[in-house]
């Protein structure tokens, strides 16, 4: 089976960060996301994500999108029973780069790469701009 990476975030923010990525890489395969929408609560963002880790291996690696949110909290309650990987701070960098490493390396390792990646991805880009001039 190849890994899948799962998405969990506020609004439709991990739907549309798949559609960006998908510019770029073009149709992204074994990437769901799980979309936190207004009137939602725990209980009812639970069931969908415990349903979809149930069909995947132990180490799935689940992006999110903040640290302590309930997307972030539900996957890893949901840690506990399916020992599915949470990573906070999802952005398109990190999407991006872990979605081509997704059938090389664990979910541990990529879990890795999508915190490094995040943290070289951050950029003053106008401080790097004058800096090349």
Known sequence: MENMILLGTHGR?????????????????????FSLLPGMALEDYLPPAAEALKELPKGTLCLVDLFGGTPCNAFCALSREYENVVVAGLNLA????????????????LADLAVSTLKESGKIATELLKERR
């Open 94 to 109: 990190m999407l991006m780069e872990v979605y081509m490493n997704k059938d090389r390396l664990s979910g541990r390792e």
């Open 13 to 33: 923010f991990g739907e549309e960060l798949i559609r960006s990525a998908e510019l770029i890489l073009g149709e992204m395969k074994n990437v769901r996301s």
